[in-house]
């Protein structure tokens, strides 16, 4: 059974910092593609971040850039979303999704295969 488990959400203020963690289970983890997205209230979903593990190379939307890192521990076939100076803008739900290296296009989430349950970020002005 394919597992994404999000964990690392919560609320903090304008500039400050949190680390989202996603446990990975089920699949091959160094054949595919973990990814990053977020859900605002009203919004639809948009791409955040998101990792090929078989090489290490990362994409970032530009609204991201300089403020968020995506790494992976594959040990532990998990992968982390650092996020600094986080903004109000930044408030959502956060998924992680895992797609076949193959097929996945990062920034269309339909393109993606598995998903998490999301964690809630906060981000108090």
């Known amino acids: 059974e394919v597992q994404l488990v999000e964990s690392g959400g919560g609320l903090v203020q304008t500039g400050g910092s949190l680390r989202l963690s996603c446990a990975a289970s089920g699949f091959s983890f160094n054949d595919y593609v973990i990814g990053w997205f977020r859900q605002a209230p009203g919004k639809e979903r948009e791409a955040v971040s998101c990792r090929y593990i078989s090489d290490g190379h990362t994409v970032y939307v530009e609204a991201v850039k300089g403020r968020f890192t995506i790494t992976s521990d594959n040990a532990k076939n998990t992968v982390y979303l650092q996020m600094n100076n986080l903004q109000p803008a930044d408030t959502a739900v956060y998924y992680c999704?895992?797609?076949?290296?193959?097929?996945?296009?990062?920034?269309?989430?339909?393109?993606?295969?598995?998903w998490g349950q999301g964690t809630q970020v906060t981000v108090s002005s």
């Open positions: 999704a895992a797609g076949v290296e193959y097929s996945v296009v990062c920034r269309n989430s339909e393109t993606w295969d598995y």
